[in-house]
């Protein structure tokens, strides 16, 4: 039972009480409808890995499973050779950079709405932290594209180029073309898009710390900060881990502004600031002009590989919010 | 052993380094909102909101243009995706609160998670594979298909918190005076969450209105108003995220300005949703 202090069981009120044939055909009927609704969630997760895969099988059997995955040549111009490593390397690098880059200020923000500030300002940032979240992608890839990317140009890639010109020319292709449009572009908005992500989650996490955590640690002399270093932080790991997880997970998925800032360059990036791709990326640029049958299923069958990486992400997330929530405040 | 001075002062330190993110994470939602505002502004006007797109000389040529027909597309794909998806949603929000002991609920519940945490592009491929394929075109109800799947999982997991809410007496109460189980839920339980069920649309409608990914292969877009109403729903339609993304891309300075306004009009949609639902649930926490 979850709530109040009574002697039925949820299973017993969940058995049709005796009555007349048209009850138990009213609850049979409301409990199948309700059922078959809800199957559509299963179904829609089920039959996304069927299309995709299905759509991209033209692909896997010309390349091979792994032969694609490994390719690291895509060429719908000429030689119709189709390879994901590229677009595969792309969103691995950007989306594990930017969770380095978004991890430690998303932390510090739930530390401060969470434990430092009063209720009515910790409100408020909430607000303004979800508020962030809620700005479509699109709206900040125009943003970025019209004033962060010439920004970053002109004051801070030309100068470290040309700084990089005159004292270590070999260095050169490693850092890339200073265009503005690129990884490293890229890597910083999708840092700033994931913030709220991390945020969100690591509050929910340290809301879950019980009281009396705190104050044992309070008891002992301790400051704010060592309760938190020492009570907080080891009890909600576990979320706070699971938070990034997920947040790493909206990272990978992230689609436009990353397509509308990252270069969309189709072979394995090699450069920091330089431009390259990631698969959600070709994706969208490609898709709806795509040449010829292999092409498209070519793009599905990256698609395909997106939901496995996506799927493996989500599932992680899950076991490890599932195994530190329990354990965490006696493992510390 | 660190002296008590040094504790205090490490506390200090870590709490105005706590302070300084907050301060820093929050700099780009000023700069990009006042960006958008300050360089659209010049662009809304009636025209705007009354007239097509057209092509582009009609903007060089320095005709009026707007994106009446986006504003509207915006609507007809989003509702049709909330007609779609709710049914579903709402389904699988009861069965989850509803059914607490059924086997299904687990997986249901990993599913539903697993669902929202896929890349919005991906169920634009579903739809795309589901609709637009099928029915050899690219359709404004392609673009609803692909946001619904949008919504499915808020949905199901909003309703689920909702129902959830309501305390589990009130269930007892209505099988005592003897409702069977579905009235209990649909003549009670429901109509006492209204408040949360309403909120939970209103995220979901939030949270699709600003996907631009799912319908740029889904419903296309449209520069011109469809000549029939059927246009809405059988023909390319347009929308304010991915109208948003193709003026930004294109390389006329007039549509640029255009852009930005796209952008107002999409913020404000957005912020409006949010705000509104935030008060919903703020009124229902006070009560």
Known sequence: ?332 | MISLQRRYMYDKLMKLFFAVNTVLVLIPLVIIISYVVVQGIGAINLDFFTQELGSPSRAMRGQPTGLVHTIIGTFVIDFMALIIAMPFGLGAGIMLSEYPDHKINPLLRIMTDTLNGMPAVLKGLLAWALVVKPMGGFSGFAGGVALAFVMLPILARSTESALMNIPWSLREAGLAVGLPRWRVVMSVIVPASKTGLVTGLLIAFARAVGEAAPLLFTSFGNNYMPNRWTGWIFGPVDSLPQRLYSLAISPYRQWHELGWAAGIVLLSLVILSFIVARLATMEKKYR
């Open chain 1, 1 to 332: 039972m979850r709530k109040g202090n009574t002697t039925i069981s949820t299973s017993e009120l969940l058995r049709t009480p005796p009555g007349p044939l048209y009850r138990w055909l009213g609850d049979g009927i409301f409990s199948w409808t309700v059922f078959i609704l809800g199957m559509a969630v299963i179904v829609s997760t089920i039959l996304m890995a069927i299309v995709l895969y299905l759509d991209g099988a033209e692909a896997f059997s010309r390349f091979g499973i792994w032969g694609f995955l490994r390719g690291r040549v895509w060429d719908p111009g000429s030689s119709f050779v189709f390879g994901s490593l590229p677009f595969l390397f792309g969103t691995v690098i950007t989306s594990v950079v930017s969770l380095l880059i978004a991890f430690v200020p998303a932390v510090a923000v739930a530390l401060f709405t969470a434990e430092y500030s009063p209720r009515w300002l910790s409100q408020i940032i909430e607000n303004l932290i979800n508020l962030i979240a809620a700005i479509p992608s699109v709206i900040v890839g125009l943003w970025g594209v019209f004033v962060l990317a010439p920004w970053l140009r002109g004051t801070i890639y030309t100068p470290v180029y040309l700084w990089t010109l005159d004292n270590a020319p070999s260095l050169l292709p490693i850092l890339g073309n200073p265009i503005g449009y690129g990884m490293a572009t890229a890597t910083l908005v999708l840092a700033v898009m994931i913030i709220p992500y991390t945020t969100a989650l690591t509050v929910d996490a340290l809301r879950l710390v019980p009281r009396e955590q705190r104050e044992a640690a309070y008891a002992l002399g301790a400051t704010k900060w060592e309760v938190i270093k020492m009570a907080i932080i080891p009890y909600a790991r576990g979320g706070i881990l699971a938070g990034a997880m997920l947040s790493f997970g909206r990272a990978i998925g992230e689609t436009m502004a990353v397509a509308m800032l990252i270069g969309n360059r189709n072979t394995l990036p090699f450069s920091i600031i330089g431009p390259a791709s990631t698969m959600p990326s070709v994706i969208v640029n490609e898709f709806r002009e795509a040449v010829g049958n292999l092409h498209l299923s070519s793009l599905m069958a990256v698609g395909f590989y997106l939901f496995l990486v996506s799927l493996a992400v989500n599932l992680v997330a899950a076991h490890i919010q599932r195994k530190f929530s329990f354990t965490g405040g006696r493992a510390v």
